[in-house]
């Protein structure tokens, strides 16, 4: 180990790339969340009326 102190060059550039692409994640990311959310939501919306339907009495 040195125990020199040597001055680190820091390119500002590559953290502000970073963290513009973290945020595109993000949304990407709520965006399919949601999807799937929807998605589950139908389905089971679609498995009550289902039953709803198979518990109705046909008495005509």
Request: no cysteine; net charge negative; hydrophobic share 30%.
């Amino acid at each position: 180990m040195s125990t020199d102190k040597e001055e680190l060059e820091v390119e500002d550039d590559f953290a502000a790339e970073d963290s513009d692409d973290a945020g595109e994640r993000t949304v990407e990311v709520a965006k399919t969340n949601l999807t799937k959310r929807r998605i589950i939501d139908n389905m089971l919306a679609e498995r009550r009326l289902q039953k709803q339907l198979n518990d109705y009495d046909y008495d005509f």
